[in-house]
């Protein structure tokens, strides 16, 4: 059914409407009688519905103008007016045609059973064209109409009066409704606005602005002012709201949303408002109300989200439990660690995730919630959804309603069963390593096994050993738990090719735990030897040292299955196992070599004996006896051990020295005096070395201390001795030295009686010769040494003294020496001086035949080992076609001589003058 409402007012016009439509009719709409009479003339609805008293056309002209048109005529109207509601405006509809007068208001139920009644009656008649029509009441007239409609225009315009007054009225009551709501406002931090929905011109109070961080003053107060200062990202969710406000779809305009402050920085508002003005027709003028700071809330709400997320997102399993015992909450760490869902489990009893036995926990737990008594790290085990069991740390926290009361209470859990698992395995491991300690490398093997066992709920546990020479595996325990059958570790029953061991040999090739929860459906499986358990299902694990198996430790028949877990605990107890057996192995050996070194060292000659790092005596041979006439035990009681053994004049060296080697210095047969218990002193000499261990750790030192009496007195005997060869020495050569010098004075005396020139020229040859050797001993005279000589100033003295020999006759000869400073063992030396001799004296008598003046140099110098000298002048040189080895000069013959005994080279260099060149070893 369609129907055309026609009224001015559109509050009425959508109430109207709303009542219509909730019974399934279609509805059209007008604001007045022209509109209408379109409308119903394009639409033709099967009922018209319409007010008294609207603009333009009221409804009496409305309804004359409807039944004036043939097309029109027989729809049916309803007068629905409060307008128009006495009886001569009643009286007036029938006549002209319409089918009922209402007045407003009317409960819509009673409108739309008069509607329904008026369409039955309607079908009743039949065809509206057929039916008779009524003819209306023209007594009336049109100066009947006229007077009703001048009446209530006057009534009217009474009312509009009033209604004038009234909205003065009303308007001053906003204002002061405003200003006390601003007065009531002062006192908090809520601040004021209006916003002109025809101007979009707005208003704020001063705690509006203050929340902007900005003076009243300085915020734009049109709606684009305030959209500018609306975080982008909410701006649509704004508008979205007004507009539902607006439209009438909700009650009021609420909005939280982020606006700039005045800092730049973005804070959150609540902001609510109501339609406080509207026109006559509804539609809203002003719009009103107050803006409040959220910005502490909002982070709060984020902070308690934050929380939420991290109780969701936490592996710890978050529990909510009620008083009586129900799970209210559950977080996804909780679903991990029971396996149950939050569909699952919210509203099941917490007995579920105890085990059977553990009745007594859960009983526990929930009456010290009950008493408001708070549980930390209580140690329990709880059962998953798939039956198994963990061990969880469970702490909880009863929660408390405003007044105090317990409502709830949280639970955290946390699975432990590693470190449960982990303690365990340590706890295995302490015990084993403790047992070791006074038990032998068997019996701790096979209390191994023993907690493997128990660890793993095994029936059976087995040891091999692996022999890589000769490809075995060595049987050490086969354990079997009812009986604690023991296999021996020796026989031939005990060894068995890794070739032919079926499964056992490829673990050893595989070097990867295995398992066989299925274990006689294996095909390579070779069976067991007789008497053996049989074997369900098996777990085996390599022990490894490096990328070599040592081992292959296994259990099993364990009641379930086997897993990684399992896995974990065999492979670290196993492990642990052989270091046990290395260090027992090492222990045996350490022993065994501590016996034969205590062998050697208790009854070596030496004095021995070890100092501890905090200066303690740890051990003496029993050597100090026959040395020092102590027992080790007296010296073992001794303070400062071995100070007291040590000659008072010696004790401060020999302490300060020991000192440094607590400090890890080493020293090497320090010489020292000890007193002997019976009193008697004796030389002794002690070197020492630091002992440290494998982590470079000091452990003190050990010293070795050799009775050196019979040496130091052989030592001074010898240097006694030795002193009184030195003092022969150094007379023999002053002696040597006066003798030489004698025959050199009696050869030159006796030169001036020898008128043979050439007699006389070999004895001076003679006598340089003897000077030359002379000057060596004038220099060891010099000398500290007796066997060694300054090489330097022997050839400094050679030279000056051949200089000033020949400068008489030859005074325009200069000679110069450089001679790099080194020392010469005498043996070298009168060689050296002859060779020197020689060469200079050459030089001098004929490298200048026809010139008074020339120079002659000598250059000495070491290197790589060698010694190299060089004699040489700037004379006429060597004769053409000389050749020094055929030469018949005495001189040379000497040279070359004095060369041979020095192991030496000799040559000339050509060039200007003559140079030779002489070279030995230093």
């Not at 959220?294 to 936490?314: M, N, T």
């Not at 036995?357 to 737990?365: A, H, P, V, Y």
């Not at 390599?542 to 974990?568: C, F, L, Q």
């Not at 070596?604 to 740890?618: A, K, M, N, R």
Request: hydrophobic letters at 40%.
């Amino acid at each position: 059914m369609k129907i055309l409402i026609v009224d001015d007012n559109a509050e009425d016009r959508q109430l109207l409407k709303l009542n219509i439509m909730h019974h399934g009719s279609e509805v059209i709409e007008a604001k007045d009688g022209l509109e209408g009479l379109e409308l119903a003339g394009r639409q033709l609805p099967d009922l018209i519905i319409s007010d008294g008293l609207m603009p333009k056309m009221d409804g009496f002209q409305f309804l004359r103008a409807l039944k004036a048109d043939p097309m029109l005529e027989p729809i049916p109207f309803v007068f629905y007016s409060a307008s128009y509601a006495g009886e001569h405006e009643e009286g007036l509809a029938l006549s002209l045609g319409a089918e009922a007068f209402a007045v407003k208001p009317m409960e819509p139920t009673e409108l739309w059973v008069k509607i329904c009644a008026i369409m039955d009656a309607r079908k009743k008649q039949g065809d509206a064209r057929k039916r008779k029509k009524s003819k209306p009441n023209r007594e009336l007239g049109l100066e009947d109409y006229s007077r009703i409609v001048a009446t209530k225009l006057e009534k009217k315009i009474v009312e509009l009066e009033i209604a004038l007054d009234r909205q003065k009225a009303s308007e001053l009551s906003l204002r002061d409704s405003e200003r006390k709501l601003q007065m009531a406002l002062s006192g908090s931090d809520t601040g004021w606005w209006s916003l002109d929905l025809r101007t979009d011109d707005g208003e704020i109070d001063e705690r509006a602005a203050g929340i902007l961080g900005r003076e009243a003053e300085e915020v734009g107060l049109r709606r684009s002012d305030w959209y500018e200062l609306t975080h982008p990202d909410d701006r649509q969710l704004v508008d979205e709201r007004l507009k539902d406000y607006l439209a009438g779809i909700t009650p009021a305009f609420e909005s939280e949303h982020r606006i700039r402050h005045a800092s730049g920085r973005w804070i959150w508002v609540s902001a609510k408002g109501k339609i406080i003005q509207r026109l006559e027709d509804g539609t809203p003028l002003r719009i009103s109300g107050t803006m409040h700071d959220i910005s502490d809330r909002k982070s709060a709400e984020e902070k308690k989200a934050l929380l939420a997320a991290i109780v969701q997102s936490s592996d710890d399993a978050i529990i909510g439990l009620s008083m009586n015992g129900s799970i209210t909450s559950w977080n996804f760490g909780a679903e991990k660690t029971y396996g149950y869902t939050e569909n699952e489990i919210v509203g099941g009893p917490l007995s579920l995730l105890f085990r059977p036995e553990g009745e007594d926990d859960k009983t526990s737990i929930l009456e010290k919630l009950r008493n408001g008594e708070h549980i930390e790290h209580f140690e329990t085990i709880q059962q998953k959804k798939d039956g198994q069991f963990i061990y969880a740390s469970l702490s909880s926290a009863p929660i408390l309603d405003a007044n105090g009361e317990i409502v709830a209470a949280s639970i955290i859990v946390r699975d432990i069963s590693s470190s449960k698992h982990a303690e365990m395995i340590m706890r295995a491991r302490l015990r084993l390593l403790e047992y070791s300690v006074s038990h032998s490398t068997a019996e701790s093997i096979r209390t191994a096994m023993d907690e493997i066992e128990k660890l793993t709920d095994s029936e059976i546990g087995f040891y091999f050993f692996l022999e890589p020479e000769r490809k075995s595996l060595v049987m050490w325990c086969w354990i079997i738990k009812s009986d604690r059958n023991l296999c021996p570790a020796s026989g031939d029953n005990c060894h068995c090719d890794i070739d032919i061991a079926g499964v056992w040999g490829d673990y050893v090739r595989d070097k990867k735990p295995v398992i066989h929860n299925d274990f006689v459906s294996l095909l390579n499986r070779k069976g067991m030897p007789d008497g053996h358990v049989p074997v369900n299902r098996e777990l085996v694990v390599p022990i490894m040292r490096g990328e070599t198996v040592v081992a292959i430790i296994g259990v099993a028949n364990k009641a379930s299955d086997y897993d990684e877990n399992d896995i974990e605990k065999v492979s670290l107890l196993g492990d642990f196992s052989w270091d046990i057996i290395e260090r027992k192995r090492a222990e045996d050996a350490l022993r065994k070599s501590e016996e034969r070194f205590r062998a050697i060292a208790d009854y070596t000659s030496d004095w021995e004996y070890w100092i501890g790092p905090d200066g303690e005596l740890l051990w003496v041979n029993p050597t100090v006896l026959r040395i020092t006439g102590y027992t080790p035990e007296e010296c073992a009681a001794m303070p400062d051990y071995p100070l007291p053994l040590v000659h008072d004049q010696d004790r401060t060296f020999i302490s300060a020295r020991f000192e440094e080697a607590k400090s890890g210095s080493s020293g090497d047969d320090v010489a020292f005096r000890a007193r002997k218990k019976d009193g008697t002193v004796i030389w002794a000499a002690v070197s020492w070395q630091s002992i440290l261990d494998e982590q470079d750790r000091n452990l003190g030192y050990r010293a070795s201390v050799r009775d050196i009496t019979d040496r130091v007195l052989a030592e001074k005997e010898l240097a006694r001795s030795l002193e009184e060869k030195v003092m022969l020495l150094k007379e023999l050569k002053h002696r040597t030295k006066n003798n030489l010098s004698i025959v050199s004075s009696l050869l030159r005396f006796n030169i001036g009686e020898i008128t043979d020139e050439r007699a006389c020229r070999i004895l001076r040859e003679a006598i340089d010769r003897i000077e030359t050797i002379s000057s060596i001993y004038e220099q060891l005279n010099l000398s500290d040494n007796i066997d060694i000589l300054d090489l330097r100033a022997y050839v400094t003295n050679l030279v000056s003294s051949l200089d000033n020999t020949f400068s008489s006759g030859n005074s325009g000869i200069t000679i110069k020496a450089s001679v790099e400073d080194m020392d010469i063992k005498l043996r070298f030396a009168v060689p050296v001086g002859l060779i020197l001799n020689e060469l200079i004296t050459n030089a001098y008598k004929y490298a200048f035949p026809s010139r008074k003046a020339g120079k002659i140099r000598v250059d000495i110098s070491r290197a790589g080992g060698m010694v190299t000298m060089k004699v040489s002048d700037d004379g006429c040189g060597m004769p053409d076609g000389f050749d020094p080895e055929k030469s018949e000069s005495l001189g040379l013959k000497i040279v070359s001589m004095f060369v041979q005994q020095l192991n030496g080279g000799f040559r000339f260099e050509a060039g200007k003058g003559t140079t030779a060149v002489i070279t030995f070893p230093e």
